[in-house]
């Protein structure tokens, strides 16, 4: 993109198990302009992470992701979401189990809510029905607490991000790579 040319930002905020494992991926992918993980859709505004973790609060833990919508259609980055998850499984994504690792997307508007019904559609097609991936207004966010931004970046060797996360940005890397963010 030529830097005169102004950007469209636009967010998105999606839920897909663990937000170290989207967060790490959606800061990967070029258009994304910045990536914060947070909690969303629960009763009331998010008090703390053991508190979304114990798993009665109704809350997701979430990424919300600011794009550049004219280099990275919603479309687009949706299709990355539903390729970085399994999106049939319901309140789990691998050992993660509990209602705060549901798959959803949380849209900010209608015209979001449009494009996430047809692309949700694709993916209910692709997977044979299976998907169990919520799709609901975004509501009573809030960011995770500050150790939980850039988790991977900055704990690579930690043991789940070493096994759980390097292998998604991995599976990312070789999937899109036309769509990786320079290294510059």
Known sequence: MNSST???????TLGGGC???????????????SVESGYCNGNGLAT????VCAGNTGHVEVV???????????????????????ATTLNRQGADVGPQYRSGIYFHDEAQHAVAR???AEAQAALGGRAVTELQAV???SAAE?????????????GYC?????PKVAKFQAAFADRLRDAA
């Open 139 to 141: 509501r009573d966010y």
């Open 162 to 166: 070493a096994f759980v996360v390097a």
């Open 6 to 12: 102004a950007t469209t930002p636009s967010t998105i």
């Open 48 to 51: 703390s992470y053991e508190a």
């Open 118 to 120: 047809q692309v949700l």
């Open 64 to 86: 919300r992701v600011v794009f550049d919508a004219d280099e990275l259609p919603l479309a687009d980055l949706l299709r990355v979401f539903f390729h970085m998850h399994d």
């Open 19 to 33: 937000f170290w494992c989207l967060e790490a991926v959606f800061q990967r992918l070029r258009g994304v302009l």
């Open 146 to 158: 500050a150790y939980h931004q850039r988790y991977f970046e900055r704990n690579p060797t930690a």
